[in-house]
């Protein structure tokens, strides 16, 4: 028997449409030994005629409901133990997943000899690959990890259940942004090849209800600890001094959108300011910094807006926030 693939679904506050779209490209899917997990994280959507039908129609629905919301980690952690696949994949349940998905990126695991397959998302704005990379090589280029397929986004990615569950990887439940990223990081430490399909299997659907939108006064604590996982990772090798500006930029640039999301949701003077006393205070952010000035990926516009972001005082912060209530005040 071909090995079962295990594909998780949490389910909070999608439309119920979404959802059964979802389901129902699952149950598509061109691979006979598939398992669709559908978690219920405390929906306030009554999804039972859903379910029910789902039931009825397919030994291979497995359905479990939380009474109370528990977060997408939670139910993706409850997914992982729940699955009997050897492989797993994981898809939010307001997006939906071509046909040919689970059966072409375990071929290319299984032919490539690889340990995780990625492949493209359809709308995604960064590059897609095709071909099969060592550890070594995606470690120690972060200019191309950067730009590969939504590399810190678990949804688009078959991951082996056995390197999974033997270094017990799981999702952070104590972050609401990042987790994703977090995950893959710790993935990405055991394992040796890597294979990408360019072919973009996952359709993302953007939406209002996405649990990754809205204001979170935490956002800074939770990118915090995905730029550390990615530079603890690309710590690994030694990087040439070209793939150091870019990680260097790189952290400067998710700094600099830390404080941009603050001024963005017009979180108070007191707020920015302590967000951006936390961010100077860390030493990644120190190391990369400091060295602005050397760095080829920098030209003198980004250095210019860098010091400016991150040297905003008291008068500019309240003076920002003032326009930017006066510019929410003129769009209603």
């Not at 999702?171 to 360019?198: M, P, R, W």
């Not at 996405?210 to 090798?237: H, L, M």
């Not at 205070?281 to 400091?290: A, L, N, R, T, V």
Request: hydrophobic letters at 35%.
């Amino acid at each position: 028997m071909k090995d079962k693939i295990s594909i998780i679904i949490p389910y909070y506050n999608s439309s119920p449409f979404l959802l059964r779209k979802c389901l129902n490209s699952c149950f598509a899917q061109n691979y006979d030994n598939v398992q669709v997990i559908l978690l219920n994280d405390g929906s306030p959507h009554d999804i039972s005629g859903i379910v029910n039908e789902f039931q009825q129609n397919y030994d291979n629905f497995v359905y479990s409901a939380s009474s109370e919301n528990h977060g997408v980690s939670y139910q993706r952690n409850k997914g992982i133990d729940m699955a009997d696949g050897e492989y797993l994949l994981f898809i939010d349940s307001d997006d939906y997943i071509d046909p040919d998905m689970a059966k072409t990126m375990y071929e290319r695991i299984v032919c490539d000899k690889s340990d995780l397959c990625i492949c493209g998302v359809d709308g995604a704005i960064y590059s897609s690959y095709d071909g099969l990379y060592d550890r070594k090589v995606i470690l120690s280029m972060p200019e191309m990890f950067d730009q590969v397929q939504y590399t810190n986004f678990a949804a688009n990615k078959m991951f082996k259940s056995d390197i999974v569950k033997k270094y017990a990887i799981k999702f952070s439940e104590n972050i609401k942004l990042g987790e994703d990223a977090v995950f893959c990081q710790d993935y990405y430490k055991h394992v040796a090849y890597v294979s990408f399909t360019d072919r973009k299997f996952y359709h993302y659907i953007i939406k209002d209800t996405s649990s990754t939108r809205g204001y979170d006064p935490d956002y800074c604590a939770y990118e915090k600890k995905v730029i550390q996982k990615i530079c603890d990772n690309f710590s690994t090798y030694a990087l040439c001094a070209r793939q150091r500006c870019f990680l260097e930029k790189w952290v400067l640039d998710k700094y600099a959108g830390i404080i941009e999301y603050y001024l963005a949701n017009n979180a108070s003077v007191n707020k920015i300011s302590a967000v951006i006393r936390k961010v100077k205070g860390s030493d990644i952010f120190q190391d990369c910094y400091k060295n602005m000035g050397k760095n080829s990926f920098i030209n003198k516009d980004t250095a210019k807006y860098y010091r400016s972001i991150f040297h905003l005082s008291y008068f500019k912060l309240r003076a920002r926030n003032a326009r930017n209530h006066v510019r929410a005040a003129l769009a209603l």
